[in-house]
């Protein structure tokens, strides 16, 4: 009999393990997650991916030509610091994508301080650091396997007092 209790307990406790509590807090994961949808107060309507149904997510494939000097480079030379601005320190993480045509679009960003808790700067400045993301024209879609893809890549935008910090 007592080992007939231990065999319940064991079967019991090993269904119960492997149970999965569902309440409110549980995430719900969407079947685009990592995608990023379009958004008419957000992206220009113009931006189109060529293959929306094979977009790669492999940040290391989309390619900035020159590479990340000309790149940190790029940002520098139209990044023009203000007073107001050195109240600011803390990073711009932007998330985009980048079409086959080599065109950028669906651009979102999150600005976090310098212990990476969310945090907000000067609407100026923020306008100024995304208009410069997404006016930069040197990007190269991903190449993957021989075959031409869209893609998503993002960057960390690193401002210490105001000034943008090379990595």
């Not at 790029?74 to 086959?100: E, H």
Request: proline share 2%; glycine share 6%; charged share 25%.
């Amino acid at each position: 009999m007592e080992y007939q209790n231990l065999i319940i307990l064991i079967i019991a406790s090993t269904v119960l393990f492997n149970c999965k509590i569902n309440n409110d807090s549980t995430p719900n994961y969407l079947a685009d997650i990592g995608d990023t949808t379009f958004n008419a107060k957000l992206d220009n309507p113009n931006f189109k991916f060529c293959d929306t149904s094979n977009v790669l997510h492999k940040r290391a494939y989309v390619k900035y030509s020159g590479g990340i000097r000309n790149l940190e480079d790029d940002i520098i030379n139209q990044y023009q610091i203000k007073p107001k601005y050195k109240t600011f320190s803390g990073y711009f993480i932007v998330r985009f994508a980048v079409n086959c045509n080599d065109e950028t679009g669906r651009f979102r960003w999150e600005i976090v301080d310098t212990d990476f808790e969310k945090t907000g700067c000067s609407k100026e400045l923020e306008n100024h650091v995304i208009n410069i993301l997404k006016g930069l024209k040197k990007w190269n879609h991903p190449l993957y396997r021989g075959k031409d893809y869209d893609g998503y890549t993002y960057l960390v935008i690193k401002i210490e007092n105001g000034n943008i910090v090379r990595s």
